[in-house]
């Protein structure tokens, strides 16, 4: 039994282009019964979207895609994103907001204003002034700043040729900060798991040491089955690998709104949800498979 779903997506809070309130009503508008906002190691758009969820009926599960790295700081380094899913409960009485990640975010939050104001002052003065004239974004607090999709069009709209230097410079932000990001896959796990949330890989797919992403594979609590970046084939194994292994897996677009929205093509399985949800699915929640 499933359950119509997406579990991963993003607004301009960090590499999407969609407001939070345009996100939900995006899937409403395709039926679906229960939705994530799951941007890039911060939960900004997370309260706005679970109003929108409830004037609509639906439910918005409290999330982040969370960075972490195998072979950190060499030159095999490559990302691993685990998908942190929190309870609805846990926007009662702001219990969201005492939670590891969620402060974790908010040091996301300030560290990119400084990255990217370091960057800019680091810029001839002509090119400075181009991108931001007056310095109008120095005066933006953390909360408001422009994150990684709104500050690339801020560049690409303002001084074009800025942008291929940028995107090469941008990437420093993870790769260089061990405290934030230098986490192996299995300790973010741990902290997702002491936090009262569920761990899922996102986009297993995508990693090139093969060994080590088993080994991930194997401690994680769930899989992220159906996304944009699978093909048909590489879903079917993963949903044969979550099935075989008894983990959780679940269906998403890992939308960014910057390319056609791939809607999944099964729901996602009642087991997962009822465990990220921490309650039953209702029956009126049903949907073929």
């Keep these: 039994m499933f359950v119509s779903t997406d579990l991963h997506g993003h607004t301009y809070f960090s ?63 490559e990302q691993v994103h685990v998908l942190a899913y929190y309870p609805p409960s846990f926007l009662v009485e702001n219990r969201l907001e005492q939670t590891f990640l969620y402060q974790r975010g908010l040091k996301v939050q300030q560290k990119w204003r400084e990255f990217v104001l370091a960057w800019l002052d680091a810029l001839p003065v002509e090119d400075r002034e181009a991108i ?27 001084k074009r040729e800025l942008f291929d230097p940028f995107r090469k410079h941008h990437v420093r932000f993870w790769t260089e900060d061990a405290e934030l990001f230098g986490w192996e896959p299995e300790q973010l796990c741990d902290a997702i798991r002491a936090d009262g949330a569920v761990d899922v890989v996102a986009h297993a797919v ?60 099964s729901g996602t399985p009642v087991a997962t949800l009822e465990r990220i949800l921490q309650m039953p699915v209702p029956r009126e929640w049903l949907a073929d498979a």
């Design 132 to 158: 931001d004239p007056g310095r109008k974004l120095a005066a933006l607090g953390p909360d408001r700043f422009p994150a990684l999709q709104s500050f690339i069009d801020l560049v690409v709209a303002r």
């Design 15 to 77: 590499d999407g282009r969609a407001t939070p309130e345009e996100f939900i009503s995006f899937r409403r508008a395709l039926g679906m019964r229960v939705v994530a906002i799951s941007d890039h190691d911060v939960m900004a758009a997370v309260r706005r979207g679970a109003r929108v969820a409830h004037a609509y009926g639906m439910t918005l599960v409290p999330a982040m895609e969370t960075t972490s790295f195998i072979n950190f700081g060499t030159d095999k380094a």
């Design 206 to 265: 995508r990693y090139k040491d093969h060994a080590r992403m088993e080994r991930v594979l194997q401690y994680v609590s769930g899989i992220e089955v159906y996304t944009s970046r699978h093909n048909a084939e590489a879903a079917a194994r993963f949903r044969e690998y979550a099935e075989k292994h008894g983990k959780l897996w679940t269906a998403s677009s890992d939308d960014h709104q910057n390319a056609r929205y791939i809607q999944p093509p």
